[in-house]
């Protein structure tokens, strides 16, 4: 039986890819409010961190007087972890319902299904951020400028990439929705163990040692960039850097788990 | 003719459990090949494998040539697969699903569009194409997924418990196609727990219980193994003994099963009716009412493992045997 | 046997159950006494130099002052959660099973509060003991930390009712899960987190007419300092409007319930 030629690789590839990214957004355009949780977290937790921590702007050595402006990236993203490990819950399900099956069953290499996902996720994250910015601007916080825009959306979508890799990587060790928690509150962990909350200096000696370590701290930083201070290459690097590695870490262990769903 | 999967002692275990304890098969190409068992036997363990989704911990299988562990990517591209949970996404319409099966399997949009076409009207499912899979009813999910599998013409077709849980009539469409695609050359390993569609369907049968293969052949020598026909005759009261009498010189007699049945196992089948009956009239004796009851893959089973395949009445009713 | 000791003994029979299965999925209590943990660690981390700023109330730290937060927080999702095993008892049946026994209704949802207060109480002494753990004292003594779990216990209760008569109202799981967010959104504008008074408008209003305030406030009275007389009673006033808010809602939810079928 002759089967008809198929594309080169790179191309079958690439087709996949989008066809599973096209497929990702049917749950934001078909399930009518689907959007709205991931949109309604980090806006209530930006409200809510302003209306209650607003007056640490008052201590000394805060970088800022707007606590708006400072907390922004903070809330873009919060959402960009919580797009990223939703990614990995609904993939959770896909398992437990044998839609993956199909997809391991089929020539496409793991590494397609798994850019799929985080890709999709990084795209997703770009409307939490944007609902998030819109509201601080409406409450005062400052215009970062188009550079500093252009880092913080690079540094949420990059973000969420990494949440997705991490969300994809328990849902393929678990198999199990249950894992849901995990994956959410991972990332919480990550992104507010960092200048989250105040600059380095004002932080509990405890969290400043862990956000010293924290790669994240570098992308917090970097995505604050001309919402506090000025927009420059030697903040953007550190964050741009940080990511890679957190990309490579944590998508080298998904990617694994991916292979060994067989095992 | 080349074999289209060949299989060696392919074991897996689940922590303590062996699910499959060495399995040994051999399915031509363009042969139906059929997997029988009750629920729990193996099946679905053993087609895993066979399709790359789980590793064996031990054996080998090679299938469309090709090693499942070492080439597994080579089989995937090779294979059709219906999994028993129709993997289908229940907001996505037919056509989507079937346009992201070609993706997956390479094929050109185009291509993919044109096959899209053809298979759904193939199986009937033209109309309902655009429709969301959610609203789909559980045949019209498995007509799908089977047009899904097929979408790259595939050399193997592996179907997992295909009819289960459908009516007859949906059962009967599944059965033609899956015909229809073998006459084409496709070779099918389907897995079943019902007799008639094993007896039907299959060109071999390998029967499954407890992760091990116990019996295997064609239908007709497997239920000949087990031996020959019977009449059954229920008899009106006091007619039994001369009864017996009668069928003693037509055939062997078989222990009763009650006090108003005669049980005569014969050499010739249907064509030991005639004279039966003949016998009984001149005798003057009554009959209530007369049976040929043929050995099933069921009485193969229970002769090979002591226990039946289904459970009685687990099942509901039986399909219609489809007249070939 | 008098009625009141049969309906004693049934309320005690669903309370058991209640119990037994809140601490028997460890998957489901856990994020009802981690998160708040995870959040407390966070917050105090993060924005603990608030104590530095001018007006905030003396503490020995901010940890101090958040374990009352910690605690809301936990009664808070102990309630939503009671809210969600009430409707999916709903969803599958089991409620029908019991309205049809001889058995008053109120004691059903008795029962289910049961499993609530439960959560509460070991919500309580989980974070006095992390606070005793991590450096934080309990200003007044074993008085206060008992003053302090009967609050927290209570107002779980109380909360829970608020849930029940969501469950009972809507009957299904998903949407009193949904309410989640409005457990946080509801705890941002009081005065968990932080002192009212140093809080941005118009969170700062609400915060100050919010009777989770006050129940909070009262829950952190005799940890930071001495327990207060009006301070102790303005949170039990506070925590007996919401219980009778949460029995009229009840009440009304359990005859629509009954009605709808």
Redesign the interface.
Known sequence: ????A??P?WR?NL??IA?LMA?AK??LL??PGAAI?GV??PT??F??????????T???GFTTGS?ESFIVPVSMLQGAGFTGAAAGVNLARDIE?????????????RWVLLAGTVLSASARALIPATSVFLIALLLGAGWPGIDGLLVTYLMVTAMAAVAACWGSALALRFKSQ?AA?LMQ?GM??LI??TT???PLA???P??RS?AEVNPVTQVMDAARQGFVGGVSWAETWPGIVALLALLAILGAWALREMRR??? | MAAAIVVEGLERAFDEVLAVQGVDLEVDEGEIYGFLGPNGAGKTTTVRMLTTLLLPTGGRATVAGHDVVKESRLVRASIGVALQEAALDPLMTGRELIRLQATLQGLPGSEGRRRADDLLERVDLAAAADRRVGGYSGGMKRRLDLAAALVHEPRVLFLDEPTTGLDPVSRKTIWEEVRTLNDEGTTVFLTTQYLEEADQLADNVGIIDGGKIVAEGTPESLKSQIGNPHIQLQLAAGSVADAEEVCARIGKLLPPKDGRTVLVEVENGAADIPRTVRALDEAGIAVESLELVRPTLDDVFVAKTGHHIEKDGEEGAEPEPVEA | MSELATNARVVRALGMRSIRQTFRRPQLMAPIVVFPTLLLAIQTGGAGGAVNLPGFPPVQSFLQFMLAGAMMQSLMLAGNSGGIALAVDIEMGFTDRLFSAPIPRYTIVLGRLAGTAALGLFASLWFLAIGLIFGAQIESGVAGALIAIALVTTTAMAVGGIGAAIALRTGSASVVQGLFPLVLVVLFLSSAFFPNELMIQPARAIAEYNPLSFVVEGIRGPIVSGVDASELGEAVLAIAGIVVLGLVLSARALRHRLRVG
């Open positions: 039986m002759e089967s008809v198929t594309l690789e079958a087709a996949t066809a497929r049917n749950e078909r399930v949780p309604l977290a209530i937790f409200l809510g961190l302003n209306g209650v921590f607003g007056a640490l008052q201590l000394n606590y319902g044998g839609w993956t099956d199909r997809l391991l069953v089929s020539p496409a290499p249950s928690p509150a919480m962990a507010l163990t989250a909350y105040a004002l932080l509990q405890w969290m862990v769903t067989a095992a």
